[in-house]
């Protein structure tokens, strides 16, 4: 079992920065895959980026390449998301999710945090 608490999150004007954490209860987190996922008003869940238990490998949904970066650190079992140039549309709900394996499907994903909202104003 694992618990995941977001943090971080605010309201920014597009370009600036924002860097969310997820910090996950329990011993096994380095056993986890990490995802983050985000939810517009009115849309569905989407796939923002995931880390690999050992964070060498990464993969990130094309429309935030460049922009934001993924890390974790095993030994604070916190997964981060560093979000830069931030757009309007980069506004949602942000969601860390634990996993048992590695990908971009919201199934894949086990336990899932609260969420933070991140707000990005034009």
């Known amino acids: 079992q694992v618990q995941l608490v977001e943090s971080g999150g605010g309201l920014v004007q597009a370009g600036g920065s924002l860097r969310l954490s997820c910090a996950a209860s329990g011993r096994t987190f380095s056993s986890y895959y990490m995802g983050w996922f985000r939810q517009a008003p009115g849309r569905d869940r989407d796939f923002v980026a995931a880390?690999?238990?050992?964070?060498?490998?990464?993969y990130y949904v094309d429309s935030v390449k460049g922009r934001f970066t993924i890390s974790r650190d095993n030994a604070k079992n916190t997964v981060y998301l560093q979000m830069n140039s931030l757009k309007p549309e980069d506004t949602a709900v942000y969601y860390c999710?634990?996993?048992?394996?590695?990908?971009?499907?919201?199934?894949?994903?086990?336990?899932w945090g609260q969420g933070t909202q991140v707000t990005v104003s034009s």
């Open positions: 880390i690999m238990r050992g964070g060498l490998r990464t």
């Open positions: 999710a634990a996993g048992s394996s590695f990908g971009s499907d919201e199934n894949e994903y086990d336990y």
